[in-house]
């Protein structure tokens, strides 16, 4: 089946700092890519939908200008969260379209200290 | 807006015992729907998916049916071992939208 790449896995930062996350399809090529948050206990939530070579579009109360996402090639989509506060800690997972099957990246576990 | 809900949110069985996880969907006009595992801080494993045409999918000890018009699917798994002890996930998949999850069900099984 198709792969989706994401990196990293994990990652500790300061809070103030900006973590970039990227999300890579390795063999099929994604229009479109979707990035998840899941908060502890809770379901995995959509976030955000990158388009490439066009803005992403973000779920309602999402902000955008912290959660920067670039899709600018056909196999790479990134999320980066900028100036990030302990409320941001959390666990990111992205996923790519691939005949009809969504394929996930192996998530990425964010605490901001 | 489609909602998906899992039941029960948590499960504690003994090693050996048969269970059934319920997932309900709010919208039946679903692509298909899967299965997925979820361990502790890591990303998701899926384990069956069904199609929309199809009523159950079966892999080794696992059976997940799929009852669309009544916005239901359950997925049964034979003969618990303490390895299966994860979140279990059930997400359905629309026309042109992400899949959207529940909230899962928390299995442990206990040797």
């Known amino acids: 089946g198709a792969v989706v790449s994401q990196h990293p896995s994990r990652v500790i930062c300061k809070s103030g700092t900006s973590v970039k996350i990227e999300c890579r399809s390795l063999d099929f090529q994604a229009t479109t890519m979707f990035w998840y948050r899941q908060f502890p206990k809770q379901s995995l939530m959509l976030m955000a939908t990158s388009n490439e070579g066009s803005k992403a579009t973000y779920e309602q109360g999402v902000e955008k200008d912290k959660f920067l996402i670039n899709h600018a090639s056909l196999t790479l989509s990134t999320l980066t969260v900028t100036s990030a506060h302990p409320e941001d800690s959390s666990f990111y997972i992205c996923?790519?379209?691939?005949?009809?099957?969504?394929?996930f990246g192996s998530g990425t576990q964010l605490s901001v200290l | 807006k489609q909602e998906v809900t899992q039941i029960p949110a948590a499960l504690s069985v003994p090693e050996g015992e048969n269970l059934v996880l319920n997932c309900s969907f709010t919208d039946s006009a679903i692509y298909n729907l899967q299965w997925f595992r979820q361990d502790p801080g890591k990303g998701l494993t899926s384990l069956l998916l069904i199609q929309s045409s199809q009523r159950e999918q079966t892999s080794g000890r696992l059976n997940a049916s799929l009852d669309k018009s009544s916005g239901r699917s359950t997925l049964y798994i034979a003969a618990s071992q303490p390895g299966d002890s994860a979140t279990y996930l059930c997400?359905?998949?629309?026309?042109?939208?992400?899949?959207?999850f529940g909230k899962g069900t928390t299995l442990s099984v206990s040797s």
């Open positions: 996923s790519a379209p691939d005949s009809q099957k969504l394929f």
């Open positions: 997400a359905v998949y629309q026309a042109g939208t992400a899949l959207i």
